[in-house]
């Protein structure tokens, strides 16, 4: 059963719009919500996150939304640039032991910005 | 430089092989993970340590066998592995939930 959930396998939006990417989640449990990036050949890197106490973190360009109440969230990249081309991992954390947390990860949405 | 180092970056290795995966971090993170990517799949969690010790085993087959020498060095020793375990796997270090994982760039392991 998947707990986190990417619908969309892929996305293409030009460059200088808006990006957006859906998160989907079924626990409950989930209080933690980090985006990751990811290009070829390279491990994710973290982008964002969010707590559950709250509904809305910026960095920069990428905003990230949380709805607990409809158990989803997404990630916003505005102005998107060729650079953000990449896929685009959610993931959520119930538990965690000390420092490790264990992070439950959707299956990516691979983002194309074209000029 | 990410600051988490895996090797090798490609394996090939027969069924019949044993062989090990390394992962360093010097980060002075607690914790280590280690996740398989399989295609169109979600990454999956296989191993959780926390200061050395192991918290997490996913139910993953005992033809892999983590280690966790220190704090700073993680190893997955692979031993008769089937062609399905073919996968990239990644490392992964923490400190603190809320910088996220820092990953490693994975091994790209094929079973032939």
């Known amino acids: 059963d998947q707990q986190v959930k990417q619908n969309s396998p892929s996305l293409s939006v030009q460059e200088g719009r808006i990006s957006i990417l859906n998160c989907d989640y079924t626990n409950s449990m989930f209080d933690y919500f980090l985006w990751y990036k990811k290009y070829p050949a390279e491990g994710p890197t973290f982008l964002i996150s969010i707590s559950s106490i709250k509904d809305k973190n910026e960095d920069g360009r990428f905003t990230v939304f949380l709805n607990k109440s409809a158990k989803h969230l997404s990630l916003h990249i505005v102005p998107s640039q060729p650079g953000d081309s990449a896929v685009y991992f959610c993931a959520a954390s119930a538990e965690r032991t000390g420092t490790a947390s264990k992070l439950t990860f959707g299956t990516g949405t691979r983002l194309q910005v074209t000029l | 430089e990410t600051g988490v180092t895996q090797t090798p970056r490609h394996l090939v290795m027969g069924m019949t092989n044993k062989k090990s995966l390394k992962c360093e971090q010097h980060?002075?993170?607690?914790?280590m993970y280690w996740y398989k990517q399989s295609a169109k799949k979600p990454l999956e969690l296989m191993f959780v340590y926390n200061f050395k010790e192991q918290t997490e085993n996913n139910s993953v087959p005992s033809r892999f066998s983590p280690e966790c020498p220190n704090s700073s060095h993680l190893f997955l020793h692979l031993h008769t592995l089937q062609p399905e375990d073919s996968a990239l796997y990644l490392c992964a270090s923490s400190q603190d939930l809320g910088e996220g994982y820092t990953f490693g760039s994975g091994t790209r392991l094929t079973v032939v």
């Open positions: 980060l002075g993170h607690n914790a």
